[in-house]
T-cell receptor, first 115, second 114 residues
């Protein structure tokens, strides 16, 4: 079974600082990788995805992520965070089921922004 | 266009009662997924529908949980004889078709069993 590890449960950064959220996955083949964001009381919003090709992928809200096969990692980055980025971030890998994909999520990283 | 909607947004029920949670997927999306988000277990897959068929029920935690989908659209997740450990946020997602890997999530139903 696939698994996803997000080593950091909680991260605090200052507004305007750079951000990197870590994600490591366990998967035998080429993975389908995702980052989702969840604001308090909200559902999950897709930030970006990696299926194949260019290992640096751009997403919404100024986020990017880099797939590194040798490290089994898919870290999320943002050059300069805004107070509105405070939320919980989930990394996920798609696991094939009956021709579709279920998402296997990491435990999430809660991001706090200091003014 | 309209996103995935879920109702109710919050549900408080007494232990032992049955509850029904509803999901309306994005119009035209044929694949529908249910997930559960709880403090102890994080986000976990429950069940997947392609059309009205559920080819993968592997994530349902017990036989008290069941789900159906009618008309290739609305889905209902039913929990019978609720227990306190069922307290969680139940999230629904849909995708255009089963091979489409982008899933769009609803806001969830927060279930509290007292």
């Amino acid at each position: 079974a696939q698994s996803v590890t997000q080593p950091d449960i909680h991260i605090t950064v200052s507004e305007g600082a750079s951000l990197e959220l870590r994600c490591n996955y366990s998967y035998g083949a080429t993975p389908y990788l995702f980052w989702y964001v969840q604001s308090p009381g909200q559902g999950l919003q897709l930030l970006l995805k990696y299926f194949s090709g260019d290992t640096l992928v751009q997403g919404i809200k100024g986020f990017e992520a880099e797939f590194k096969r040798s490290q089994s990692s898919f870290n999320l980055r943002k050059p300069s965070v805004h107070w509105s980025d405070a939320a919980e971030y989930f990394c996920a890998v798609g696991e094939a089921i009956q021709g579709a994909q279920k998402l296997v999520f990491g435990q999430g990283t809660r991001l706090t922004i200091n003014p | 266009g309209a996103g995935v909607s879920q109702s109710p947004s919050n549900k408080v029920t007494e232990k032992g009662k049955d509850v029904e949670l509803r999901c309306d997927p994005i119009s035209g999306h044929t694949a529908l997924y249910w997930y559960r988000q709880s403090l102890g277990q994080g986000l976990e897959f429950l069940i997947y529908f392609q059309g009205n068929s559920a080819p993968d029920k592997s994530g349902l935690p017990s036989d008290r949980f069941s789900a159906e989908r009618t008309g290739g659209s609305v889905s209902t997740l039913t929990i019978q004889r609720t227990q306190q450990e069922d307290s969680a946020v139940y999230l629904c997602a849909s995708s255009r078709f089963k091979g489409s890997y982008e899933q769009y999530f609803g806001p969830g139903t927060r279930l509290t069993v007292t």
